[in-house]
């Protein structure tokens, strides 16, 4: 088995040889390191086959976490999440199948023709590694609460099938609640279903939108674009502590409320960390 990488203007592409087909723990894993060996992104499907293989590395790190483990929409308007672009500079293709580890260099250059000033690119990496962080930390939110009203609306629905007259604390509890839950949603994301022109971007979309602007250009961020990232960090900062109080608060509450009338409580999910 030998790795080799061989950079190309369309990403570093990696070849490597399988003697035998690897499966469970022993199959192929290829990630891409930087110059002190931290883990800048794992590529996915990787063959495991027995015989000569060839993956590509675009040469961005990993993609932010998803809301939902489904995949999403993909058309000529949306091209799935990515990851930060990578700087110029030396890094490292490492395969492990098994026991046996190799590691090759992989150096990323400057296009010779682009004009660039000094820092320019490093400091939109570091920019863009942090918006990436702030929509991971969005989805992470949006994630408790779709989960969460998923569960109050399933009670609800399971009182209403039985035909028990609910509690009017517990009817108000659930209604306040819901009520609560999805205008939080409404300043995360745009609300599933509709159109995008149809709804203004929420915070969610302007980490996107901006994101995409500083993302892979040969240019760094201007003094507007670095201004608006504190924006934006702030509303991260507003919307994240209401959506932690309301798992904490809210939630607790609503879950004792439901267990007080024989319904089962709520799984609560855990409080965002909060990113500076």
Known sequence: MSPSADPTPYGALITFHLKETA????APKVEILDASGAVLRSLKDVPKEAGM???VWDLATEEPRPRSDEPGPRGFFSFGPLGPQVPPGNYRVRLTAGSTVLEKPVVVKLDPTASVAEGALETQYELTT???DLRSSVN???RGLDSL????EERKKTLETQKKEIPEALK???ETNLEELNRILDGLARPSGKPFWSEGPRLSERLQDLFGQLNGVLVGPTAAQSAYIEEIRAEYREKMGAVNRFFGDAGTALSRLFEENGTPGLLLPQAVTLLE
């Open 53 to 55: 293989h060839r993956v």
């Open 130 to 132: 942090k918006l990436r």
């Open 149 to 152: 009203k998923a569960q109050i």
């Open 23 to 26: 499966e469970g723990d022993a």
């Open 172 to 174: 108000t509890g659930i």
């Open 140 to 142: 992470d939110a949006l």
